[in-house]
């Protein structure tokens, strides 16, 4: 039998998974009762969909064939899926029915409780017609799961898929995905049941083995899937009804893959490498496994890489909390591997944590060209004190998101920068346009050392902002400061670096230093290296401009060395006119991680004074935003253009 599997450069698709498609709601309490669990994170899950999802970060091209509700956590899990990389033309809106949930808690590293809300859920209606065989023509290999031979629908579908796909030569997948409760053998509060034996169950999957090319399960899974109760005959009957690879699943032991006649010694197969972690949660691990095998097994590896690269995901995943979410991406993999890891818990290795964080952002953001309306302090003192103007504040931020969505005319690459202070309905306003890049300061404004605004709690504070907002902080640094005032303004951007990590927002760090001391070709440079050093890797930088290209040179080998996946750096203007700010952009456009700008007063300083003052009008003040703002984004774009040619 052979262990690779043909390459079909034509297809389009590695592979196809079909089946489950949930949302799933995980209690971010650990060590408590799923009844005490009070807020819960959310990923998109189900076996099929996590695998989708975990091969596409591994580098592959999946795609997904399943049912969803016409309602927002159908569209989420779309979204999601289209982030991920994940191919979704085969997912099917059911007007219907709503998409399913799976909601569980953390008691114990043994015990966790798991709610299957499946009546009459969107994939469960899953049937032969929506199995087109173009797609399934597309394809590589498919992906068949146990629970999804369940229901006499969901059985037709499946099997319909693994007809076309050995029509058309590709590959079948089966993952046993043994959930007994699905079979309807338990009661719903028994979701975490993972075995209890069925004759109807093992007879009807044993109908299913002899098509299949590679078969996983873990132990109990085997067993059900052959209708013994000794794993070793087992093994031996699954063999006898099927000439595919096995993979048997053995948790903390790893793996053991068996491609060829099964003898009387269980760990007679090829073994994998192993990866000792502590367990924080073992749901999802099932799917990272399958995920990193795949990797392997549909790129032609040995099955000893395979193997080993499976067990590496699984280890992933059983030491983080969600499922999807937490497999890794291929960088991160190749970098676990070759450097290892110091923490048995893998989820507080911070190097490793990073390159995961880097590599599977919500998107890529080449380019950045920011309207920054976060100025509090400035329009604090054009108002003069007068209650009357300071109330009008909100307004003027809306009439300045109106004018950035002016110019950026739907395209992509534009943001803005809005406070929480007086920029309520301009954070809303901004919200509509759902290709804006959103920006929220933290800092006390003019404050150093460092201070946060409203609160030094930034975790209750962030804790309701939106998921895409990024989190900016702006601090007056300078690296010739005294040792102490560094000290402590290193503190203050920890703990907000810590913080947007443990809520899953971005982070922009803004560096000023020119006001404080001699800014030269070495001294942003210098100050990047200090706060490199004390740990932190934001995802941007918002730096001042620059006098010369050396400086940036200097930058880029700085951010280059210290940390490659940084998005980048974005422009800071400091209320500098037009002809200046000429200079500093093309100096700029010599860098490689300088990718765009983010200016206020340059652009709305005008328009504020007057407006506020009463002697322009909306319209005006509208336009009088957007033309300079679109003269700097001319600007911008005509730079990058020269550099190009």
């Not at 407006?611 to 911008?636: H, N, S, Y």
């Amino acid at each position: 039998m052979s262990q690779n599997v043909s390459s079909q450069g034509a297809k389009p698709l590695d592979l196809i998974t079909i089946g489950r498609a949930s949302v799933d709601l995980y209690g971010q309490q650990i060590g408590t009762r799923l009844e005490d669990v009070s807020s819960f994170a959310k990923s998109v899950g189900g076996c099929p969909c996590n695998i989708s999802v975990g091969t596409a970060r591994l580098g592959l091209k999946s795609a997904l064939l399943t049912r969803v509700g016409d309602e927002q956590m159908g569209r989420f899990i779309r979204e999601q899926l289209t982030r991920e990389g994940v191919e979704t033309r085969g997912i099917v809106t059911d007007p219907e029915r709503l998409t399913a949930l799976a909601i569980l808690a953390v008691e114990n590293d043994k015990s966790f409780p798991l709610l299957f809300y499946r009546d009459n859920c969107a994939d469960n209606a899953l049937c032969e017609d929506d199995v087109s065989e173009e797609f399934i023509r597309a394809a590589r290999a498919i992906l068949v799961s146990g629970t999804h031979f369940s229901k006499p629908n969901t059985d037709a579908a499946q099997r319909k898929a693994m007809r076309l796909a050995k029509e058309n030569g590709a590959k079948i997948v089966f993952d046993i995905d043994y959930r007994p409760n699905l079979w309807g053998l338990a009661g719903h509060d028994a979701g975490e049941s993972r075995y209890i034996a069925s004759d109807r169950v093992s007879t009807h999957l044993k109908t299913v083995l002899a098509d299949c090319d590679l078969i996983v399960g873990t132990e109990e899974e085997v067993l059900i899937a052959s209708g013994e109760s000794d794993l070793l005959q087992a093994l031996k009957t699954i063999r006898a009804l099927s000439t595919a690879t096995i993979v048997l699943k053995r948790g903390p032991m790893g793996c053991i893959v068996y491609d060829g006649p099964i003898s009387d010694d269980l760990e007679d197969g090829i073994i994998g490498k192993g990866f000792p972690i502590e367990v924080y949660n073992v749901l999802g691990a099932g799917d990272a496994f399958m995920s990193g095998f795949l990797r392997g097994w549909l790129k032609n590896e040995p099955h000893v890489t395979s193997a080993t690269w499976a067990n590496a995901c699984g280890a992933f995943a059983v030491s983080r909390l969600l499922c999807a979410p937490e497999i890794p991406t291929w960088t991160e993999l190749q970098f676990f591997l070759e450097k290892g890891s110091k923490e048995r818990a893998l989820r507080k290795d911070e190097a490793i944590n990073h390159v995961h964080w880097a590599t599977t952002r919500r998107r890529e953001i080449p380019l950045l060209m920011a309207l920054a309306i976060d100025h509090r302090s400035q329009l604090e003192d054009a108002a003069a004190g007068n209650p009357e103007l300071l109330a009008r504040i909100p307004a003027f931020k809306v009439l300045a998101v109106k004018a950035a969505a002016q110019v950026a005319a739907g395209r992509s690459g534009f943001g803005m920068l809005i406070d929480d202070k007086y920029g309520r309905d301009a954070l809303y306003a901004a919200g509509a346009h759902r290709d804006f890049w959103i920006g929220k300061p933290i800092e006390l404004p003019g404050s150093r050392p460092l201070q946060f605004e409203f609160s030094q709690d930034l975790g209750s504070r962030l804790i309701d902002w939106p998921v895409d907002h990024c989190i900016k902080v702006l601090s007056f640094y300078h690296p010739d400061d005294p040792a102490e005032m560094k000290a402590t303004q290193i503190a203050k951007l920890r703990s907000a670096f810590e913080a947007a990590r443990k809520v899953g927002r971005e982070i922009l760090i803004e560096i000023i230093a020119g006001k404080h001391g001699k800014l030269d070709d070495q001294t942003i440079p210098r100050a990047l290296n200090e706060l490199y050093d004390a740990g932190l890797k934001p995802d941007w930088w918002k730096l001042e401009p620059q006098a010369s290209r050396n400086a940036w040179a200097a930058i880029d080998a700085v951010i280059e060395q210290r940390d490659p996946l940084c998005r980048g750096v974005v422009l800071l203007g400091l209320e500098a006119p037009y002809e200046a700010l000429k200079e500093g952009f093309a100096a700029a456009r010599t860098s490689k991680t300088v990718k765009g700008f983010a200016v206020g007063r340059t652009i709305f300083a005008d328009a504020s004074k007057a407006w506020l003052g009463g002697t322009m009008t909306d319209e005006q003040a509208i336009a009088d935003m957007a033309g300079k703002f679109k003269a700097l984004v001319d600007l911008w774009l005509q730079l990058g253009e020269t550099k190009a040619a």
